[in-house]
């Protein structure tokens, strides 16, 4: 069996390393046999998908659009364009020139980095497996299928490196990555996140808009990175992101729109099969509450040294002044005997803070959009995200508990409002109530959301995005 540019699409010179093509050549059997049990079930073999795939690095044209059975996608392996005479963006070693090998003293730390953000990959691909069986269009079937295999194509991204830089103990986690399992009781996914069952397409949006944003912060700190293939990797996978934030914040606009025609006909939705606001609402408190836990703990030894080292950035760290950030401190807000109060905490161990920052702003212009529909009905009720404080699970805030404004409740008040604030069991019968079938035919949407304004690829709104459905 050989490996080649023709098999993997790539710009990383698979043709002149003999020892990562065998390297690759062991690995991927396994990625297919893990795809086949873990992918999108039930359509592995016998549909053709209208997909998106990477090519190239050329912003003109990268990728080329095609129909493929999803396990004869090819996955390729892309870095953005070298930026000539680049130096390091932050931290001690700022504005020296950039590594392309693995300093040994960071060795273990950038591993970790590598190995965290390829686990998140197939994590979310075996997350959604299930969805396909409850679509609803095919439009949106289409959708669901490129998210899946483009983090297929990140975790390809995430192997290279660690088969290219980090010797046996790369290929030994390249295997690892394929043994864990979303959910599993003894073989969990690192991060909490990707543990969380998607059971249904609300679900699905939601991930989309808050898992997935947080995923484009984790890249654009990690594009930073002074280790130049890192760098390169990780700014090449944000062009892929930005259609899966679309496919979440779009899908949750159309499910806000048909609600607000619903409206117009009776007052609860959901004697007509619709997705009342308040459910929306549980499920955005939900999706941002556990996606902020991705960034990690407010206060952060290990970000101070990530950012020290110079191996994982602040997003856009070009627009800040000072990169050093020896000097600075972060005004953070903790708990200290049951009340709210002020810490100033030094910078660097604050970004993660930072960056929950970015991610929070970018969060609410969501939101923001999502109102618009209702301000252009002339509706009064308005969706909002929770406070930071509000559900978490990892940080300063974790073990306390408080409402979606943030003020702190006791267990018991939280015991009996939980379902008031989160998705509750009566909350997911009632969607798999209305997620009961599959829409197949072109063209025809659920009837719980509004079809998208246009077609992918300039194609119409009925094409056949996914063949082979029944």
């Known amino acids: ?17 003999q020892r990562l093509q065998r390297a690759l050549v062991h690995w991927r059997p396994r990625f297919l046999d893990w795809w086949r049990e873990m992918g999108p079930n039930g359509f592995q073999d016998h549909h053709e ?33 070298p930026v ?55 439009y949106d079937l289409r959708n669901l299928f490129q998210v899946n295999v483009e983090k297929g194509r990140h975790l390809w991204a995430m192997v290279h490196l660690l088969h290219s830089y980090f010797g046996r103990d790369g290929r030994e986690e390249a295997e690892a990555m394929l043994e864990r399992r979303s959910g599993h009781p003894d073989r969990p996914r690192i991060l909490g996140a990707f543990n969380v069952p998607v059971v249904s397409w609300l679900d699905f949006f939601m991930f989309t ?40 914040e779009s899908g949750v606009r159309r499910v806000v729109e048909r609600t607000v025609g619903l409206l117009r006909e009776t007052e609860d939705v959901r004697t007509r099969g619709g997705i009342d606001l308040p459910l929306v609402q549980k499920h955005i408190n939900a999706w941002y509450s556990v996606s902020l836990d991705l960034f990690g703990g407010e206060i952060s030894s290990n970000a101070a040294t990530y950012f020290a080292g110079g191996l994982k950035g602040r997003p856009h760290e070009e627009r800040f002044a000072d990169h050093r950030a020896i000097e600075g401190v972060y005004p953070l807000e903790t708990l200290q005997d049951g009340r709210l109060a002020r810490e100033e905490v030094p910078l660097r161990n604050a970004m993660n803070e930072v960056a929950r920052d970015a991610y929070t ?23 909002h995200l929770p406070h930071r404080r509000f559900h978490r699970q990892v940080g300063i805030h974790a073990g306390h508990r408080f409402d979606p404004q943030g003020a702190p409740v006791r267990e018991e008040e939280w015991d009996r409002r939980r379902d008031e604030w989160l998705p509750g069991a009566a909350d997911h019968e009632y969607l798999r109530s209305i997620m009961n079938a599959p829409v197949y035919a072109p063209g025809k949407m659920a009837n719980w959301i509004a ?20």
């Open 1 to 17: 069996m050989s490996v080649s540019s023709e098999a993997i699409p790539n710009n990383v010179g698979l043709a002149q390393d």
């Open 49 to 81: 998908v209208y997909l998106r795939t990477a090519v190239g690095t050329d912003s003109e044209g990268w990728a080329q659009f095609g129909y493929v059975r999803m396990p004869e996608y090819r996955w390729g392996i892309f870095f953005a364009d």
């Open 361 to 383: 702003e970018e969060c609410a212009r969501s939101v923001e959009r999502w109102n618009k529909v209702l301000e252009d009905a002339g509706m009064a009720e308005r969706l």
């Open 84 to 138: 000539p005479g680049r130096t390091v963006g932050f931290g001690d070693s700022f504005g020296q020139p950039v590594w392309a090998e693995v300093p040994g003293e960071f060795r273990n730390l950038l591993r970790r980095l590598v190995i965290t953000q390829g686990d998140t990959e197939p994590a979310s691909v075996e997350q959604q497996r299930m969805l396909g069986r409850t679509c609803p269009s095919l």
């Open 209 to 248: 808009t808050f898992t997935d944003r947080d995923g484009k912060f984790q890249l654009l700190s990690l594009a930073e990175s002074a280790f130049e293939p890192f760098s390169r990797c990780t700014q090449f996978m944000l062009r892929e992101e930005a259609h899966h934030m679309f496919v979440g």
């Open 451 to 470: 079809p998208p304004s246009k077609g992918i690829d300039g194609r119409p709104l009925d094409y056949e995005y996914v063949r082979g459905c029944e």
